[in-house]
C-alpha cells in the first residue's frame, strides 16, 4: 500500500467508557474491491481516511490499525488473485491517488484531528508513497 500509517506512543493510552460494541460502530466497515484499479484505489484510499475520521480515542487505536490492516489485506489479495500485473497497476493507481495534493491535503486534515484525540505523548504520522523504497 502506498500510504502507510505509524504511530509513536510514549504513554499507554488512555482508557475510555466505550464498550468494545460502541468503539467497533465508530469504524466504518470497508466496501471491498470491484475489480476496476482506478476506482479501487480511489475507495481504498478514501475509506482509509474514512477509518482515521472514525478514530475518536486512544482507545480506538488497536481498533482501527486492526480495521487498516484488513481494508489493505482486502484488497491486496484480490488484486493478487487476479495476477502480479493486476496487484502491480492496483498498487501504481494507489500510489498515484494518494500523491495527489488533494488527498494529501485530507489526509493532513484527518491525521491532525486524529491527533486531537490521542492521549498526550502519542501521535500518528504519514510516511509519503514518494518516499516508501519500491
Sequence with gaps: MAVSFTSCDNKQNASSSESASEKSENIDEPKGPTGDVAKDAKMMAEEALNLMK???????????????????KEYEDFYKAKGEEELKKFQEELKNVTSTPEFKEKLEGALIEMNKNLPEGTHMGFTGPESIPE
Design 54 to 72: 472514525s478514530f475518536k480515542t486512544g482507545d480506538d487505536y488497536k481498533e482501527f490499525e486492526k480495521k487498516t490492516e484488513e481494508l489493505q
